[in-house]
């Protein structure tokens, strides 16, 4: 049993509130987000599921931090409490690419994509949740959306150090929390308990 104090987490709240979006509330939000006509909102939308990370790192992320041909996106980890600087190289869809590309100016390769605060773009990523109809809850966040990538990718196979490295976890544990979502597999598994 982990010390208290390194208790990876959970994903419910103390008051057993869901803290990440379902498969079909996920889906609603991109497809939202597909929608929206401010290209700037959609593509930080599209960046928050499809790399998992936080609000203030996508906010941080500059066009050099683009790398299309290369296939990722070059996200600085801003919760690490070290002096150096860490950057984690994060695969995205071509889909991804395509939007940031059409959405953004590239030549200033210094210019960051959303010149916007985290609070104001806490609010407008919200609105587009609540567009989706996703539910008011704990998992109604920009947080929501990085716990709900780190789901996805377990469940489609992708191996827990990988997504631990494209989160940004400085801690296995941390990421581990992601194994109690249940999945296909478990539900298939639970059905065949319940057939006579």
């Known amino acids: 049993m982990l010390a208290k104090q390194h208790w990876p987490g959970s994903l419910y709240t103390a008051t057993g509130q869901r803290k990440y979006l379902t498969v079909a509330e996920r889906t609603r939000f991109m497809e939202t987000a597909l929608a929206c006509p401010r290209p700037d909102l959609r593509t930080l939308c599209l960046t928050l599921a499809y790399t998992g990370c936080r609000i203030s790192e ?14 990722f996106i070059a996200i600085r980890s801003l919760k690490k409490r070290r002096r150096a600087v860490m950057i984690r ?6 889909a991804l ?7 953004h100016a590239f030549e200033d390769r210094s210019a960051r994509l959303w010149p916007i605060s985290r609070s104001g773009a806490w609010h407008l990523v919200k ?19 990085r716990h709900s990538f780190g789901i996805h990718a ?9 997504v631990q490295r494209w ?3 400085a801690s296995m544990n941390t990421t581990a929390i992601y194994l109690q979502a249940i999945g296909n597999e478990e539900r298939e598994i ?7």
Request: charge should be negative.
């Open 167 to 169: 989160l940004g976890h």
């Open 97 to 103: 690419f395509i939007a940031l590309t059409e959405a």
């Open 58 to 71: 996508a906010l941080a992320l500059t066009v050099d931090r683009v790398e299309r041909e290369a296939g």
């Open 154 to 162: 377990i469940r489609k196979g992708v191996s827990l150090n990988l």
């Open 127 to 145: 609105g587009i949740m609540r567009e989706a109809s996703v539910p008011e809850g704990a998992h109604m966040t920009p947080k929501g959306l």
């Open 89 to 94: 190289e994060v695969p995205a869809p071509d």
């Open 190 to 196: 639970a059905a065949r308990m319940w057939d006579a």
